[in-house]
């Protein structure tokens, strides 16, 4: 089947730290990836994606690359700030059909 | 820019009663979704719509319908609300292709009494 699982948090690192949050997946066929992020209070917005294999997927200081050989997606950042404190979930979406399967959601922390 | 709105973003209802969450999206998109959030339990698909008038349940939908007479509004029906059903509610909506990701709305926090 497809699935996605994502390292447990909560997260908590300082201001400028290396940030890695670790998402493998079981996917049929050729998936694209996402990982979403969640303010508090909000609904979740896209951060990035990668839509075939070698893919690097970036934006606002994060980035992932799709790897298919280790069925991985794992989030990077290299510098924190304490406004990237959120919940981060990975996803994916299948090659046919509709829905996404997400990932539990990891919670990072940034304190000053 | 691209939205996708909910109806309200709190909720309070006594045990019993009929809810509806509404949605709307403004980019003409097929398919639409109904998500809980859970502590925990990350995003549990409630329905989805691909179509107007077609609908799929997903992975939770027992206690729920949904409603999609228009292209851009999908429904979510609490028939009779039960307190296990306060939950975070996320609409989503996705225009087709395996690329394209989902939008959300902001979500409506529904609180059953």
């Known amino acids: 089947g497809n699935s996605v699982t994502q390292m447990e948090g909560p997260v908590t690192l300082s201001e400028e730290a290396f940030l890695t949050i670790n998402c493998t997946y079981t996917?049929?066929?050729?998936?694209?990836l996402f990982w979403y992020v969640q303010y508090p209070g909000e609904g979740l917005q896209l951060l990035l994606k990668a839509t075939k294999a070698d893919d690097k997927g970036s934006n606002k200081g994060f980035e992932a690359t799709y790897r298919k050989e280790t069925t991985s997606f794992h989030l990077e950042k290299g510098s924190v700030q304490v406004s990237d404190s959120a919940v981060y979930f990975c996803a994916l979406a299948r090659n046919t059909g509709n829905q996404f399967y997400f990932g539990t959601g990891t919670s990072l922390t940034v304190i000053p | 820019d691209v939205k996708v709105t909910q109806s309200s973003r709190y909720l309070v209802k006594r045990t019993g009663e009929k809810v509806f969450l509404e949605c709307v999206q403004d980019m003409d998109h097929e398919n639409m979704f109904w998500y809980r959030q859970d502590p925990g339990l990350g995003l549990r698909l409630i329905y989805f719509?691909?179509?107007?008038?077609?609908?799929e349940k997903g992975d939770i939908p027992e206690g729920y319908s949904v409603s999609r007479e228009k292209k851009e509004r999908f429904s979510l029906i609490l028939e009779s609300a039960s307190t296990n059903q306060t939950s975070m509610y996320l609409c989503?909506?996705?225009?087709?292709?395996?690329?394209?990701?989902?939008?959300f709305g902001p979500g409506t926090r529904l609180t059953v009494l």
């Open positions: 989503a909506s996705r225009g087709s292709g395996r690329r394209n990701e989902q939008f």
């Open positions: 719509s691909y179509d107007v008038k077609m609908k």
């Open positions: 996917a049929t066929g050729y998936p694209s």
